[in-house]
T-cell receptor, first 116, second 109 residues
């Protein structure tokens, strides 16, 4: 149980285009989903926390107008990278939990974004 | 199907104890195994292991990988209350990263 999927697993796009990444909890309802970005040396940066039906909470330094997060249902959250630039190229990972950060998080397999 | 299994799921010890956390995996095209410590915000990177039998060490933490038996262990010696956290194991393979469910470690004074 507790499976989280992401789609697509890999995406290549041109600079200036927008890319949508989906995160789904397949067998449980996730009240909270988290979006991370992987940086060099394997560090993970929390970008934002989203709760179903409310606006996402962005971490300091993360542009909310550039990284649009929608948590439309208890099983789906989306991250849209708007007007992507090469520096947005990264590995984006989502996780989902039942009751927020203090509870167990189940991680998705990640989406690798390459912006040309 | 790729999978990463961590054990135990939770562990309660007292300060000074030594703990061993386990991570076993079944993946296609293994690239590396990563250990993270998660307290509040994002998981903090601890170790990356790519070769069998080579111990990585950082202070009281150490880790080793066995690519034949497909597992890794994370050891913490002389535990402190500050070691209380969820420890995550993740395996990079193909184009993705598979996380285990984590081991929640609680260190009591």
């Amino acid at each position: 149980g507790a499976v989280v999927s992401q789609h697509p697993s890999r995406v290549i796009c041109k600079s200036g285009t927008s890319v949508k990444i989906e995160c789904r909890s397949l067998d449980f309802q996730a009240t909270t989903m988290f979006w991370y970005r992987q940086f060099p040396k394997q560090s993970l940066m929390l970008m934002a926390t989203s709760n179903e039906g409310s606006k996402a909470t962005y971490e300091q330094g993360v542009e909310k107008d550039k990284f649009l997060i929608n948590h439309a249902s208890l099983t789906l959250s989306t991250l849209t990278v708007t007007s992507a630039h090469p520096e947005d190229s990264s590995f984006y990972i989502c996780s989902a939990s039942l009751q927020g950060m203090t509870e167990t998080q189940y991680f998705g397999p990640g989406t690798r974004l390459l912006v040309l | 199907e790729d999978k990463v299994v961590q054990s135990p799921l939770s562990l309660v010890v007292h300060e000074g104890d030594t703990v061993t956390l386990n991570c076993s995996y079944e993946v296609t095209n293994f690239r590396s195994l990563l250990w993270y410590k998660q307290e509040k915000k994002a998981p903090t990177f601890l170790f990356m292991l790519t070769s069998s039998g080579i111990e990585k060490k950082s202070g009281r933490l150490s880790s080793i990988l066995d690519k034949k038996e497909l597992f890794s262990i994370l050891n913490i010696t002389a535990t402190q209350t500050g070691d209380s956290a969820v420890y995550l194991c993740a395996v990079e393979a193909n184009n993705d990263m598979r996380f285990g469910a984590g081991t929640r470690l609680t260190v009591k004074p």
